[in-house]
């Protein structure tokens, strides 16, 4: 039997078991990942958080991040807050500001004197083929066709991961557990999407909810609030700074424009730790 030591840590109620790749060996098959992830027989959490030695010298460690459903994906924003929290408390770093690799590239969080998190999201990408979405030209909303007689109008972007932001009159009553999954899988998404359903309530509040791919409704999502902030303020409809109130609790973004970064800070919170006995290979 194999026992791995990890931590269990949330963001905004968007929760991780972390994983040190550096201190011990993490060899995880995508059914080990999945029964980790699950929530009656595993340890339970939205995404799975591996933490490994750079690949380069000029940064300070490699994050990789795992859906529920065991599929790898390129980036998480709530889980790179926590990234930066468990590389301090775990001794793996002892500066308060890291450069990281992701599938998504480089970004760069810095743990606050108040215990709150800021990361450069690095710079949002909104030509199809970076996303990727399939669309012969770059547009500021684009129609789907999710069902015979159902169009939405989504602001598609990347932040490192597809994002397909909906505005909507009332996001509690947003359609987000019935055409989530539709949008995620919708076929001009080759990799999937992220489906945003943002509610504007002035010019610097957002309030939000985000089906994640490959895991479903969270309550939170990091990457989500940067990308329906971004959509709002691209779109002329938000300033440059926005608090997006989730369901579990309050993020604050700030862009200012095309060809900068997106700036996401927030709270990273430690659960407990523990030991998991992996199954057998």
Same mark, same amino acid.
């Given at each position: 039997m *194999?026992?791995l030591a990890f931590?269990?840590m949330?963001?905004l109620?968007?929760?991780?078991v ?11 098959s *995508?059914d080990?990942?999945? %029964?980790?992830?699950?929530?009656h027989f595993g340890v339970?959490?939205?995404?799975i ?5 750079a690949?380069s010298?000029?940064n300070?460690?490699r994050?990789?991040?795992?859906n529920? @459903?065991g599929?790898?994906v ?5 889980g790179?807050r926590?990234f930066v929290r468990f590389?301090?408390e775990?001794? %793996?770093a ?5 450069r990281v690799?992701t ?8 743990l606050?004197?108040?215990g709150e ?7 949002p ?5 970076a996303?990727?979405f399939?669309a @012969?030209?770059e ?5 789907? $066709?999710l069902?015979p007689?159902? +169009? =939405?109008h ?5 932040? !490192?991961?597809p994002h397909?932001?909906?505005f909507?009159?009332?996001?509690e009553r947003?359609p987000?557990?019935?055409?989530g999954? $539709?949008?995620?899988?919708h076929?001009r998404?080759p990799? !999937? ?8 309530? @002035?010019r610097? *509040?957002?309030?939000?909810? =985000?089906?994640?791919?490959g895991?479903?409704e969270?309550?939170?999502c990091?990457?989500g609030a940067?990308?329906a902030?971004v959509? !709002?303020i691209?779109?002329g409809? %938000? ?5 997006i109130a989730?369901?579990?609790?309050? %993020?604050?973004?700030?862009w200012?424009?095309?060809?900068t970064p ?9 659960v +407990?730790?523990?030991i998991?006995d992996?199954p057998?290979?």
């Open positions: *194999r026992r931590t269990k949330q963001g109620g968007n929760d991780f972390v994983l040190d790749g550096v201190s011990q060996d993490v060899q995880l *995508r080990d990942l999945r %029964l980790l992830a699950d929530r339970g959490c939205d995404q958080l591996l933490v490994e030695r690949v010298p000029e300070d460690f994050y990789r991040i795992f529920a @459903d599929g790898e390129q980036q998480c924003g709530n790179a926590c590389v301090r775990r001794g %793996l002892d500066k308060d500001e890291l690799e599938l998504g590239g480089i970004i760069e969080p810095r606050l004197p108040n998190v800021t990361v450069n999201m690095g710079v990408r909104f030509e199809p083929a996303i990727p399939v @012969d030209d547009q500021r909303e684009y129609t789907l $066709a069902n007689g159902e +169009f =939405v989504v602001s598609v972007l990347s932040m !490192g991961n397909a932001v909906q909507v009159a009332d996001v947003a987000v557990l019935t055409q999954s $539709a949008v995620e899988r076929a998404f990799e !999937g999407a992220n489906a945003g359903y943002a509610q504007i309530v @002035d610097g *509040r957002l309030k939000l909810r =985000v089906w994640e791919r895991v479903g969270t309550l939170a990091g990457t940067c990308a902030a959509a !709002g691209e779109r409809m %938000l300033d440059a700074s926005v608090r989730m369901r579990g609790g309050i %993020l604050a973004v700030d200012h424009g095309r060809n997106v700036m996401m800070t927030g709270p990273a919170v430690t +407990f730790d523990g998991w992996a057998p290979q």
